[in-house]
């Protein structure tokens, strides 16, 4: 599948595990919506705590900061 939105749909879980430019700019409010449950684990520090909760995720980590919404 190669787009993010489509594959995000109805997903439990977003875990970014590339730091590639193409999921840089993602639409975190539009995946959100788009996810059963929006929760997200970012294994390269793309996205701040602060940009997960505003797009509406209800869960996110990320590794090495102190980041961490909870489930």
């Known amino acids: 599948m ?3 939105y489509e594959a995000a749909k109805d997903a439990d879980a977003l875990v970014i595990l590339t730091e590639w430019n193409e999921f840089r700019a993602l639409d975190l409010k539009r995946i959100a919506e788009a996810m059963q449950s929006p929760r997200m684990a970012d294994l390269r520090n793309i996205y701040s705590l602060e940009e997960a909760m505003d797009a509406g995720f ?3 980590v990320a590794i090495g900061r102190d ?3 909870p489930a």
């Open 58 to 60: 209800e869960a996110y």
């Open 2 to 4: 190669s787009d993010p």
């Open 67 to 69: 980041a961490k919404l």
